[in-house]
Nanobody
Framework: VQLQASGGGLVQAGGSLRLSCTTS?????VGWFRQAPGKEREFVAN????????YYADSVKDRFTISKENAKNTIYLQMNSLNPEDTAVYYC??????????????????WGQGTQVTVSS
């Protein structure tokens, strides 16, 4: 299983970025996590490949949108109204166990390399 995350960068507060995660195949669910310096990795959002059911962390709800493009085996994370607290390395990961609510990092099997998102104030 290969995961390629991309789309990070430097943006001003209030701006937007779209992250992409391209996988080598389809999975039960794909999630986005982030890790800021000195902090634990935290759940951001996930989406099931079948049915497109998605979940969001409260901190990003109504600002971030997760979606997928089946033909490209790609998951997107559209991030709007970014603020400096969103600064982190963002990782995508796959869940193939069929976990009902895969909201924790230990529920994921494979991880991408991460992409840096920096939001300036």
């Amino acid at each position: 299983v290969q995961l390629q995350a991309s789309g990070g960068g430097l943006v001003q507060a209030g701006g937007s970025l779209r992250l992409s995660c391209t996988t080598s195949g389809r999975h039960y669910a794909v999630g986005w996590f982030r890790q800021a310096p000195g902090k634990e990795r935290e759940f951001v959002a996930n989406i099931r490949w079948s049915g497109s059911i998605s979940y969001y962390a409260d901190s990003v709800k109504d600002r971030f949108t997760i979606s997928k493009e089946n033909a490209k085996n790609t998951i997107y994370l559209q991030m709007n109204s970014l603020n400096p607290e969103d600064t982190a390395v963002y990782y995508c990961a796959t869940n193939d166990r069929g976990t009902m609510f895969p909201l924790a990092s230990f529920m994921y099997d494979y991880w991408g390399q991460g992409t840096q998102v920096t939001v300036s104030s």
